[in-house]
């Protein structure tokens, strides 16, 4: 395990996160949800601004023409999730995170928009058959992620969304719109990488990955935090802001204990994901991680829809921009009972 005082990010780690936030906050990503759930199309500038700006490389091994470390991925993942970012990141990191772990990545891919998905199915002869894979970031993809489970072993693949045999079956997402999760169906697609895998080793393949949703949810958890706190403090009633009155302060502390809970989790998976740290102990430790922030995030976003009392409701308010992204994030990788349910066997595997 890494040094204990590495579970605080260093400076450069700080400085990092305070560039990219104010990076990510000039894309105007609640202005961007709000146009993307009355049907209008996300701007593509947010893409660029990512690619310019080298994000797509933190976190990727300098072999494959990466920089920084895990530690750096997650805090700016934290605030594009604060930012309620629009533009595809969190896609793109979590294909290219499971490409690395499978040895499957291209660097050319990385550059463009990517799709990821979790679905049940098979890869036969590098060719893919999945009835139904709900695609994160899959309408403007270049290419496609997928981790496809069969009954006695598993596949990572990546298809060309263009080839032959892979079918739209629903464009729609009701949630957040902002980032689409479409329905596809793969008839025999070609895979242009693939790998089988053990049913074992798949929770080790996917840790980083968590890793990094955890990241991005713990940023939409601080993210409806920071805004419950900047209203409590500014809406009055009975003459005094409601943020004075000690039912609303237990409400915000428990909110702040959730997030500090998954943002110390989250740290301490990323800093696991290193060379020399027998796998069971990342693989658990992002497990929980994604657990917990799924967890937090869903029940901060509520908090202050709550704090925000009949305004709340409104289309108007914000809140429920942190509420769609918070549930339509949370299940992406597994319910969070699941994960906690798979961090114990391993938990108990190596108490034995």
């Known amino acids: 395990m890494a040094d204990w005082y590495l579970l605080a990010p ?110 049940e199915g098979t890869v036969e002869d590098g060719r893919c058959f999945v009835d139904r894979a709900h695609v994160f970031g899959g309408l403007d993809a270049a290419a496609l992620t997928l981790i496809v489970k069969g009954p006695d072993r598993a596949w990572i693949a990546v298809v060309d969304p263009d080839t032959d045999g892979v079918e739209l079956l629903e464009r729609a997402t009701v949630i957040d719109p902002s980032r689409p999760v479409p329905a596809l169906r793969l008839r025999g697609a070609a895979a242009v990488e693939s790998r089988a895998l053990a049913l074992d080793d798949l929770e080790r393949i996917m840790a980083s990955a968590r890793a990094c949703l955890a990241a991005d ?79 937090a995030a869903v029940q901060v976003a509520a908090r202050f829809t709550q704090l925000m009392g009949a305004m709340g409701v409104t289309f108007e308010a914000d809140c429920h921009l942190f509420l769609r992204r918070a549930h339509q994030s949370a299940g992406l990788l597994g319910a969070p009972d699941d994960l906690f349910m798979a961090a114990a066997r391993i938990e108990r595997r190596e108490a034995r």
């Not at 990219?20 to 209008?40: H, V, Y």
């Not at 934290?78 to 990545?105: C, D, F, K, M």
């Not at 009975?238 to 409400?251: D, E, L, P």
Request: aromatic share 4%; glycine share 10%; net charge negative.
């Open 217 to 295: 949810l713990v940023g939409t958890a601080a993210g409806a935090l920071d805004a419950a706190i900047a209203h409590v403090l500014q809406r009055k009633q009975f003459g005094r802001a409601i943020g004075a009155f000690q039912a609303v302060k237990h409400q915000l502390a428990d909110a702040y204990v959730s997030v500090e809970k998954a943002r110390s989790l989250t740290f301490g998976a990323a800093l696991s994901l290193v060379p020399g740290v027998p796998d069971d102990i990342p693989t658990r430790d992002c497990l929980l991680a994604n657990a917990v922030a799924a967890e």
């Open 10 to 119: 260093d400076e450069d780690a700080r400085a990092l996160a305070q560039a990219a936030g104010a990076q990510f906050r000039s894309l105007n990503g609640p202005a961007d949800m709000r146009a993307a759930i009355d049907g209008a199309a996300l701007a593509p500038d947010g893409w660029a601004t990512l690619v310019k700006g080298g994000y797509l490389d933190i976190g990727v091994p300098e072999a494959l023409g990466g920089l920084g470390r895990m530690i750096d991925l997650v805090v700016m993942l934290e605030e594009a999730g604060r930012s309620l970012l629009t533009a595809p990141l969190l896609a793109a990191v979590l294909a290219s995170q499971t490409q690395i772990a499978a040895g499957v990545h291209r660097e050319e891919l990385r550059q463009s928009p990517a799709g990821f998905a979790t679905a």
